[in-house]
């Protein structure tokens, strides 16, 4: 499998609704990672997991909550988000030793 | 703080054209550059990755050379068609005590038109 994975690939939610992204790599890379990114406007990086440890928060609000349960498995917690957050969410993954980041198709997220 | 600028932010060729798109970072101390495509509403696909080291890096139609000293990239593409249509962006990576964390550039919107 030499693929990251993202579900949904698409997500309606409403402002009190609570729901989860999902990112899925089993080429065994242990730094994965959190994007934003807006129309038209270049990923924004959200968080960073390293050995399945939070390395990186780029002081995003606390309406969004990531967790890395194990090496393969990478999730966004959503809850109470504003209009304003809906975005295209890239989740990306990296193996030791190298610097290059493989992507996934990304969630396109719209809160209502 | 690490600036990344493409030029141009759009561009329009016709099918056959061989083109070049421009990156520029502000600060030198990079790692890595790496350039991906884009389509629109869909993830990052890279296409290659220049170590700081490195001079350039070939891969098919695609060329993108490197100047670390002056803090420019340039991504050829050789023979365009219009599958190459897409947003191309740009970034570059400080390393490991960084996070390897990527500060992206806003992008080049190429359409080859047949």
């Known amino acids: 499998d030499t693929e990251v994975t993202q579900t949904p690939k698409h997500l309606v939610m409403g402002m009190t609704n609570k729901k989860s992204l999902k990112c899925e790599q089993h080429m065994g890379h242990r730094a994965m990672y959190w994007y934003k990114q807006k129309a038209k406007k270049p990923p924004e990086l959200m968080f960073v997991?390293?050995?399945?440890?939070?390395?990186i928060n780029e002081s995003v609000p606390s309406r969004f909550s990531p967790e890395c349960p194990n090496s393969s498995l990478l999730n966004l917690h959503l809850h109470a988000l504003q209009p304003e957050d809906s975005a295209l969410y890239l989740c990306?993954?990296?193996?030791?030793?190298?610097?290059?980041?493989?992507f996934g198709p990304g969630t396109r997220l719209t809160v209502t | 703080k690490q600036e990344v600028t493409q030029i141009p932010a759009a561009l329009s060729v016709p099918e056959g054209e061989n083109l070049v798109l421009n990156c520029s970072f502000t600060?030198?101390?990079?790692?890595?550059l790496q350039w991906f495509r884009q389509d629109p509403g869909k993830g990052l696909t890279s296409l290659l990755l220049?170590?700081?080291?490195?001079r350039e890096q070939t891969s098919g139609r695609l060329n993108a050379s490197l100047d670390k000293s002056s803090g420019r990239s340039t991504l050829y593409i050789a023979a365009s068609q219009p599958g190459d249509s897409a947003t191309y962006l740009c970034a570059v990576s400080r390393g490991e005590t960084s996070g390897s964390r990527l500060t992206f550039g806003e992008g080049t919107q190429l359409t080859v038109n047949p």
């Open positions: 600060d030198s101390a990079i790692y890595n």
């Open positions: 997991y390293s050995y399945e440890k939070l390395s």
């Open positions: 220049i170590q700081s080291s490195q």
């Open positions: 990306a993954s990296r193996p030791k030793g190298s610097y290059e980041q493989y």
